[in-house]
């Protein structure tokens, strides 16, 4: 068997593997001598620190998953610091939790390279919401990278430790998922073992940001940028990669580019293209030699009009004669929402150029429409054998669905479907405690907030300390299925497992929850619901707040444990003399193992793990261990 | 070489990743360039996951763009319909008959749509089609979680794959678990098999 970490530690350089974007920037780690990485798990980044991981022992490097984001760029800062080549991956609302951090680190810069990766989810495929974080670059004055390909990813994090040790500033490497979690061949460079010793050398005017250090790192951190102009400028990655003969040109970057070349060649188009890598500061001569080359020019870029609005304004001082088209004039062509396709480039560009489409899209939306009219919609849901789901039924069975729900990010955010249906807002990290004293200080109905166990790390605290100190009056559940699970399953602080496999403190979410002056705190496996739910109804009646951890292992978790010592999964079995067909487990727990058949309830063995949450709230005790073994 | 381009159609759980991922090093070993997307996180959890893989000398987007798709490999009758904008009359398509029905639905009137049907607006598209009971086969191997390699070897049977099916066999030992590789090569050769009949 081939590993991943036997790829990512191949000596071999030239050779040829298939990784994926996220797999190729941890080798872009492992040939670029950095030797500390820290993340934050968040999909689409999480497989950088995942990878870096599985290799870091053998590779000399320190991993580590920080409680946050912020707490990430801050270790990594405080290395960088001291000399050492850094590499910090996060998704891209993760930047805003480090926001704070970053803002500053850009004042003082760093000593050695420190790469930030931020990896961007156009269309919200596991996201709350599609920002764009180009915008960080511009704000925070800080360079940036953004590859197209999976070879390149890698490749960036070599030109990124060259470019943040020239400037001394840390660098931005951003990727979208279709960057992310694509795979592609990487041609394999050399690995560079990390032996840099870290020396803090002090320099307080640059490294303690007071007022008055601040307003002279500030004007130092402009004039880093300026020279990071004249890198942007002569980057291997801003080029005209192909000259046409029409007075067409288009400027792209990202994915985007990507589905540029396909729908030039789809469109046969003689145009001329060029291709931004680094994309901030922007290589303004260049952009401007290229718009003097043309009579129209097109951006095309996904989400913010980033690149446009900067060209824009370039064209405006520098080529006023040339047409300039993109999201401002296009706005339906470009939309500012969701991702591209190659479909809708090829679109766009036939709809601005007026050429006609290569491809017959109506006959084939036409076509769909009629074959579609049978689908049912799929949405992700909790697994077959989640605790999440016996922790909802327990909070639905006490509150009757009448208590206001507040929750969070993580697996659990699918309770929202039916027939579970907990969930009433969600913003983000850790906002299911702070909007919880907020509902709960004004309403009259029961407050309950919902959060995963790392969540509760990553962001819960300050908001619970609030609540306490504050005399707000709601219950907080901490949803402990012991694992990061949404992302992969990464450790937390409250698995005492650090993300190399080397054994940490382990920190109770209980005795946090006391160390913050809750006064009722109470730990619970939801999957004993009789227990659950008569712990919650005391925990509703406490005055104040309340903290109770249903704690029991991801699905996922204890299924892989069980067929790695090869035990068997017995799934639950109904049976048939018992069985009312009254339907009542689909319609409380809605466990996609429960199918109905012709009236009647089946379990489809393929899917069910053997929870038996069905079996405890059957109202016949119709429901059984398929080899008849008692529940667990 | 015009790229050759594979969607794989299934249900969170039921292993479309892996058996994209095999596709793609099959590729790469064969000199090709290629490129398969993914998608992870929450949009793996029981729903519809899709990936992409495309093969040839010049591959840029990982997406394949609608029309195109040369093989619609479909895990699950619904996940596969729901891909036919993929599809045009050149485009072969295989299906597992092993039906999941969605959640949530389940006590709604609006029902599971039979195979038949299915079927039927399948064939709006195009009349290449393979159907296979991959579940069955997979239980035959050895267990529910080989039907992603049944449904491999079933594809390389049909001799459209610009990938030879050694490669594919060698790829798979390199992906699989050593404990699982033996039920693996029995569920690959059982779709290979079952098709080529």
Same mark, same amino acid.
């Given at each position: 068997m081939v590993r991943l970490e036997d790829l990512l530690l191949? $000596?071999?350089?030239?050779k040829r593997v298939l990784l994926l974007g996220n797999e190729a920037i941890a080798r872009g780690v492992l040939e670029n001598g950095i030797e500390v990485v820290t993340t934050y798990p968040g999909?689409? %980044?999480?497989e950088i620190g995942d990878s870096v991981s599985l290799v870091a022992k053998d590779a000399g490097v320190y991993m580590e998953y920080s409680a946050n984001e912020k707490v990430a760029v801050e270790v990594a800062a405080g290395a960088a610091a001291s000399g050492v080549r850094v590499l910090v991956a996060m998704k891209h609302v993760g930047v805003n939790v480090a926001a704070d951090a970053l803002m500053t680190l850009a004042y003082v810069g760093v000593r050695a390279a420190y790469i930030l990766v931020t990896a961007d989810d156009p269309n919200c495929y596991s996201s709350q919401n599609e920002q764009d974080n180009r915008y960080y670059a511009l704000l925070a004055n800080l360079p940036m990278l953004e590859p197209s390909s999976p070879q390149e990813a890698k490749d960036m994090v070599g030109y990124a430790v060259e470019i943040s040790e020239k400037l001394e500033l840390p660098c931005i490497i951003r990727t979208t998922t279709r960057i992310s979690h694509t795979r592609g061949p990487v041609t394999l460079g050399k690995i560079l073992k990390p032996n840099l010793k870290g020396k803090f050398i002090r320099d307080v005017k640059r490294f303690v940001m007071v007022p008055a250090n601040s307003r002279i790192q500030h004007r130092v951190l402009l004039e880093k940028m300026e020279k990071a102009a004249r890198i942007s400028e002569e980057s291997? &990655?801003?080029?005209?990669v192909r000259e046409g003969k029409s007075r067409v040109g288009i400027i792209s970057s990202s994915a985007a580019y990507n589905y540029v070349l396909e729908a030039v060649d789809k469109l046969g188009l003689d145009v001329s293209i060029l291709r931004l +890598?680094?994309?901030?500061?922007?290589?303004k001569n260049k952009i401007i030699e290229f718009m003097k080359k043309h009579d129209r020019i097109i951006i095309v870029e996904e989400l913010e009009p980033y690149l446009e609005f900067q060209i824009r304004a370039l064209a405006k001082d520098y080529v006023p004669s040339v047409q300039i088209h993109g999201r401002a004039d296009h706005p339906k062509l470009f939309p500012k929402y969701s991702e591209f396709s190659t479909r809708m480039v090829i679109e766009a560009l036939s709809g601005v150029l007026g050429k006609k489409l290569p491809i017959d899209f109506e006959r084939i939306d036409r076509k769909y429409a009629e074959a579609s009219s049978i689908l049912l919609p799929r949405p992700p849901i909790l697994c077959p054998g989640c605790p999440h789901r016996a922790s909802f039924y327990v909070i639905k069975r006490v509150t009757g669905g009448k208590a206001i729900c507040t929750t969070d990010i993580g !697996? &659990? %955010?699918? $309770?929202?479907?039916?027939?579970?249906?907990?969930?009433?807002m969600l913003i983000c990290m850790g906002a299911s405690v702070g909007t919880a004293s907020g509902i709960s200080k004004v309403i009259e109905e029961n407050v309950v907030a919902v959060i995963g166990d790392s969540t509760f790390f990553h962001a819960a605290l300050p908001g619970l300390v609030n609540a306490v100190y504050n005399n707000h009056n709601f219950v907080l559940i901490v949803l402990d299925n012991l694992t990061t699970a949404m992302t992969g399953h990464q450790p937390h602080p409250?698995? $005492?497992?650090? +993300?190399?496999g080397v054994p940490g403190k382990r920190i109770l979410i209980e005795d946090v929850a006391k160390g913050c002056g809750v006064e009722y705190v109470k730990v619970v496996n939801p999957f004993d619901v009789d227990e659950a739910v008569q712990v919650l109804r005391e925990a509703i009646q406490h005055k104040g707040v309340a903290v109770l951890v249903f704690r029991a292992p991801c699905a996922l978790l204890v299924t892989a444990e069980k067929r790695r010592k090869a035990e068997p999964i017995v799934p639950a079995k109904i049976l048939s003399e018992e069985c009312?067909? !009254?339907m009542a487990c689909i319609r409380l727990i809605g466990c996609p193992a429960l199918v109905p058949s012709n009236g009647k309830v089946v379990i489809n063995d393929a899917l !069910?793990? +053997? !929870?038996m949450l069905c079996a405890k709230v059957c109202p016949y005790n119709a429901i059984v261990k398929a080899d008849g073994g008692e529940h667990s | 070489m015009k790229e050759f381009n594979i969607v794989l159609a299934g249900v969170g759980g039921q292993g479309v990743l892996l058996a994209s991922q095999i596709l793609g090093v099959s590729a790469v070993k064969e000199g090709f360039n290629v490129r398969v997307s993914e998608i992870h996180g929450m949009? /793996?959890?029981g729903g519809a996951v899709v990936s992409h893989v495309r093969i040839g000398e010049k591959v840029y987007s990982p997406t394949v763009l609608e029309g =195109?798709? =040369?093989?619609i490999l479909g895990f699950e009758p619904l996940e596969a319909l729901r891909n036919?904008?993929?599809?045009? /009359?050149?485009t072969l398509v295989i299906i597992s008959k092993e039906t999941i029905v969605p959640t949530g639905?389940?006590?709604? @009137?609006v029902q599971y749509p039979s195979f038949d049907e299915m079927v039927a607006k399948i064939r709006i598209f195009t009349e290449k089609l393979v159907v296979i009971d991959a579940l069955e086969l997979a239980r035959k191997a050895g267990?529910?979680?080989?039907r992603n390699i049944v449904l491999l070897g079933a594809l390389a049977a049909?001799?459209?794959? @610009?990938?030879r099916t050694e490669t594919l066999r060698e790829t798979i030992k390199e992906l699989v678990r050593p404990a699982y590789l033996e039920m693996n090569l029995k569920a690959f050769n059982l779709g290979y098999e079952t098709v080529k009949k």
């Open positions: 191949e $000596g071999s350089p030239g999909t689409p %980044a999480s291997p &990655y801003n080029l005209i +890598g680094m994309t901030h500061p922007l290589p !697996c &659990y %955010a699918l $309770g929202i479907q039916p027939p579970l249906q907990i969930g009433d409250g698995t $005492g497992m650090t +993300g190399t009312t067909s !009254c !069910c793990v +053997g !929870c | 949009a /793996q959890r =195109d798709a =040369d093989v036919m904008k993929y599809a045009s /009359q050149k639905f389940s006590l709604e @009137p267990s529910p979680i080989t049909c001799n459209v794959l @610009p990938i």
